[in-house]
């Protein structure tokens, strides 16, 4: 089976750092991918990573440790429009393209 | 990245009738579409998988005889729900995909409510 998993809710302040992490179980790994969504929107891609370490882009950066099964998301220089929700996917081969299954999400707030 | 359409956006209908949900890809060719949907608070759902020119495949508990899927074309798949009720009210999301390709991005998805 598949299993993901993330903190619910997250609070922090504007011009911080935070880090969202992720756990998960899953055959057939081909990827993990982290995406923001705010309410009522589609889900907006962040990034990808499919090798262990650090992929940086930006204000945020994305870690893989495929050994343990755990990604994080980091968001550095917070603003208030980052306060969305985040949600960690795992990419599973299914055939020729990637099945995406997602956690359940972490809701973001930030605090002035 | 990827121009992906959804249309509606939106829409309310009475319990009973069918609602066709259209996602288009507009730069690109989807072999693949995988359709999502997503009740308030919770996380995206994968519903089923469909290939261009094939049936769809349906994950555990999702009925294939309600949540109708035609992919058959590179740029267009449509998700229809038939005899809908007030519990498939939810925001339902596209996402096609092609072979080696680009495979992470969104339509920008239809929220359905159902009275």
């Known amino acids: 089976g598949q299993n993901i998993d993330q903190p619910t809710e997250m609070t922090a302040t504007e011009g911080a750092i935070v880090q969202i992490n992720c756990t998960y179980q899953?055959?057939?790994?081909?990827?993990l991918f982290w995406y923001q969504q705010h309410a009522g929107e589609a889900p907006t891609f962040l990034s990808y990573n499919v090798l262990d370490g650090l992929e940086e882009k930006g204000r945020f950066s994305s870690f893989l440790s495929r050994s343990k099964g755990y990604s994080y998301l980091l968001l550095k220089e917070l603003q208030m429009k980052d306060s969305a929700s985040y949600l960690c996917?795992?990419?599973?081969?299914?055939?020729?393209?990637?099945?995406?299954?997602f956690g359940t999400g972490t809701l973001l707030a930030v605090q002035p | 990245g990827a121009v992906v359409s959804q249309h509606p956006s939106r829409v309310i209908c009475k319990s009973g009738t069918s609602v066709k949900i259209e996602c288009r890809s507009l730069?690109?060719?989807?072999?693949?579409m995988f359709w999502y949907r997503q009740f308030p608070k919770q996380s995206l759902m994968l519903m089923a998988t469909?290939?261009?020119?094939?049936?769809?495949?349906?994950e555990q508990g999702v009925e294939k005889d309600k949540f109708l899927i035609n992919h058959a074309s590179l740029t267009l798949s449509t998700l229809t729900v038939t005899s809908a009720h007030p519990e498939d009210s939810s925001f339902y999301i596209c996402?096609?995909?092609?072979?080696?390709?680009?495979?992470?991005?969104f339509g920008p998805g239809t929220r359905l409510l159902v009275l």
């Open positions: 469909s290939n261009e020119g094939s049936k769809a495949t349906y």
């Open positions: 730069d690109f060719q989807a072999t693949t």
């Open positions: 899953t055959s057939g790994f081909n990827g």
């Open positions: 996917a795992v990419g599973n081969y299914g055939g020729a393209t990637n099945k995406l299954i």
């Open positions: 996402r096609p995909s092609m072979a080696g390709g680009e495979t992470q991005y």
